[in-house]
């Protein structure tokens, strides 16, 4: 993947050089038209707007849509608006606030673990009707080693994947959950807060 950033602030932009050797840090505004022409944004796959004022984001994920095919990220600080901000063509939206307070609630969920398994990540999903999250399985317990279609789980529950080792099994009712695994479970219950939960 090759990544530009482009970065209004010299200071930043020689920091950004030294953490990310490989992508290449512009030194200039992101807000200027013309600069992003000369940068090649009509090519760009992906367009991420990141600047701290909300307006200028959606202004130029808007223009980026208009001027390419790339898919787009934007990111949104204020909350208050966010039925109007949906209705806009802006790709994926990403609020600061809401990533905050899930890694807040998987830390919270995590301490109060009984200590069989911890949650790693955990995500909302659908305005917050729907919860990826995401299992560290530390210790065998009675999801461990038997094939998924032999348990009981609860409905409106995916075992999205599992992370054997680096390898990403995408599971059929024939794998097994094993000790040292990690699980993304997609889930319209909420509070879950162990591995065992999927369980009914």
Known sequence: INVKIIENDRQRCEDLSVLLPKAIIINGDGTDEELLKEEG??????????TGIDEENILLTLHA???SNAKTI???NRINFKDVISRLDLGSVVYPRYITSEAIIAYVRAKNESGDSNIETLYHLFDHRVEAIEFKVDQESEVTGA?????DLKRHL???FINRNGKIIIPSGQDTIEKGDTVMVVTTHTGF????????
């Open 41 to 50: 944004i009509e090519y760009a796959e992906s367009f991420v707007a990141l």
């Open 65 to 67: 849509r208009q001027v």
């Open 74 to 76: 934007t990111k949104i």
């Open 147 to 151: 094939p998924l279609q032999a348990l």
């Open 158 to 160: 995916l075992v999205a």
């Open 193 to 200: 807060n162990d591995i065992t939960d999927i369980l009914k």
